[in-house]
């Protein structure tokens, strides 16, 4: 069974133009996470899917930051316009439950120059 | 407010020794799920264990074990007899458990570096 996949692994954008991230889910896995690690610091919970509605966005940092999940599959997390502290690794997590574990992709690297 | 610490940043150890990585956390929640999770060099975050907050039982998988003591609030991993493979940033996490509340907050990592 494959994992959760991300893409692009890494994108490096000047200052002000715009991004966006992909992440695939396990096959079947209806929660869908976004995650955010800024260098040095935690890796902090951006917002939350249930199929294809949002059930927790308190995580997002602003209105710079838009993720969409039509149909409830694959979800994007574009930023517009990105500015340097939006720079960090951007993960992406699926589990089938709530309550289930969540797995984890490999992340997109973001570089903001 | 949930929290995690994980006080230490960086460890170093020689392969074959033993080592501890600390977690203590904080939280409101009666019920609630803990987690290792480990970051090797290719990046993904790979899922080690998820202990359920009324589950005290020591865990032990191969050269890894768990303590988890709800007295002390910690949830702490120790490795057995490492080996250079174990070289990773590994953190720990918490969510609540029972709600649809389930997002992770997790610790800053700690970097483990087995020399041979």
């Known amino acids: 069974e494959a994992g959760v996949t991300q893409f692009p692994s890494h994108s490096v954008i000047e200052k002000g133009q715009t991004v966006t991230l992909r992440c695939d889910p396990i096959?079947?896995?209806?929660?869908l996470y976004w995650y955010r690690r800024v260098m040095g610091k935690e890796i902090k919970f951006l917002l939350h899917f249930v199929k294809e509605s949002k059930q927790d966005e308190s995580g997002m940092p602003n209105n710079r930051f838009l993720a969409e999940r039509t149909g409830g599959t694959y979800s994007t997390l574009k930023v517009q316009p990105a500015e340097l502290e939006d720079s960090g690794v951007y993960f992406c997590?699926?589990?089938?439950?709530?309550?289930?574990?969540?797995?984890f992709g490999p992340g997109t690297r973001l570089t903001v120059l | 407010a949930q929290k995690v610490t994980q006080a230490q940043t960086e460890i170093s150890v020689v392969e074959k020794e033993d080592v501890t990585l600390d977690c203590v956390y904080e939280t409101r929640d009666t019920t609630y799920y803990l987690f290792w999770y480990k970051q090797p060099p290719s990046g993904e975050l790979v899922f080690l264990i998820r202990?359920?907050?009324?589950?005290?039982q020591n865990e032990i998988s191969g050269r890894y074990s768990w303590n988890f003591q709800k007295s002390t609030s910690s949830f702490n991993f120790t490795i057995t007899a490492s080996q250079v493979v174990d070289s990773a940033v590994y953190f720990c996490?918490?969510?609540?458990?029972?709600?649809?509340?389930?997002?992770?907050?997790f610790g800053k990592g700690i970097t483990l570096s087995v020399r041979p």
């Open positions: 997590a699926s589990s089938q439950d709530p309550r289930d574990t969540q797995y």
């Open positions: 996490a918490l969510s609540e458990a029972g709600g649809a509340n389930s997002k992770l907050t």
């Open positions: 096959s079947g896995h209806d929660n």
């Open positions: 202990r359920n907050s009324f589950d005290e």
